[in-house]
């Protein structure tokens, strides 16, 4: 299943990459600026969403692409990850 970490850019943009689990987080793709009907409309089977997923953006994903959309549970987010995530997130570039 793709993950796509969410990074609110402001004016319903995003900045993501398309990342995979084997193992280990295998990068797919360079970043992205997409809004959300952007990027559904690029998915074809499951994906799960992380990061800036507040419940508005929950809501507007389960909208777009239904069941097919997942979410880590509590979800995670910049505030709960804190400075580990951040850290692990910028030793992947």
Do not use: H
Not at 42 to 62: K, M, R, S
């Amino acid at each position: 299943m793709p993950v796509f970490p969410l990074i609110r850019l402001g004016r319903d943009r995003f900045a993501t990459a398309e990342f995979r689990v084997q193992g280990e987080l295998d990068r797919r793709e360079a970043d992205r600026n997409v809004t959300l009907p952007e990027l559904c409309a690029t998915i074809d089977d499951g994906a799960l969403f992380c990061g800036d997923v507040e419940p508005p953006v929950q809501e507007e994903l389960l909208r777009l692409i239904g069941e097919r959309a997942a979410f880590p549970s509590p979800p995670r987010t910049p505030t709960t990850t804190g400075l580990s995530g951040g850290a692990r997130l910028a030793a992947l570039y």
